[in-house]
């Protein structure tokens, strides 16, 4: 069998994503800083992960930063493999491979917020382009803006200011 294969046999990723990932950036929320979150994704061949705090984005940066390095050394690695092969004797065709963890799964970081308007009413919110994105970040801004140091003040009005009529701000035609 060819490295090459060995190598993608060893890389098995799960089409799963946690949509929803609380970093310690919500205060006494969320219980893991967002580079941990990256991490533990990749190690349990997670195909994405969102950090969604609730009424921010802060630690999506680092979780960014973090994404970026877990790519740089699945890079590194995967260049080691080809070059000098898999360390240590192959194991025999007929047994099966023993469980390791996934060192070659890059996990995608998905930007979100979790938006809890001041009637309770919670979303996740999952910008698809760099317009949602803007939209998102400028919500959470005159939430911000609003209310006292620390706290967030959105209402469902706040949707109708920043989207329109539509949330995910696509241009939609009514007849």
């Not at 490295?3 to 990723?13: A, E, G, R, T």
């Not at 390791?100 to 930007?111: C, E, F, G, K, V």
């Not at 994105?133 to 009005?157: N, Q, V």
Request: charged share 20%; aromatic share 6%; with cysteine.
């Amino acid at each position: 069998m060819p490295l090459s294969d060995v190598i993608h046999l060893l890389k098995p990723q799960r089409p799963w994503a946690e949509l929803q990932a609380c970093s310690n950036f919500t205060f006494l929320t969320g219980g893991s800083h967002p580079e941990e979150y990256m991490d533990r994704a990749a190690l349990l061949g997670l195909s994405a992960v969102a950090i969604a705090d609730v009424n921010s984005v802060a630690g999506i940066v680092r979780a960014h930063t973090r994404s970026r390095e877990i790519a740089r050394l699945v890079a590194e690695r995967q260049t080691f493999d080809r070059g000098v092969g898999l360390i240590g004797p192959p194991a025999p065709l007929e047994c099966k491979p023993s469980p390791s963890a996934q060192i070659y799964n890059t996990p995608r970081l998905l930007p979100a917020a979790k938006i809890v308007l001041r009637d309770g009413f919670a979303a996740t919110l999952l910008p698809v382009n760099r317009s949602g994105w803007g939209r998102l970040c400028r919500l959470i801004s005159r939430g911000r803006l609003r209310a006292e140091k620390g706290t967030c003040d959105i209402g469902l009005d706040g949707f109708t200011g920043v989207w329109g009529r539509s949330i995910d701000g696509a241009a939609r035609a009514t007849n």
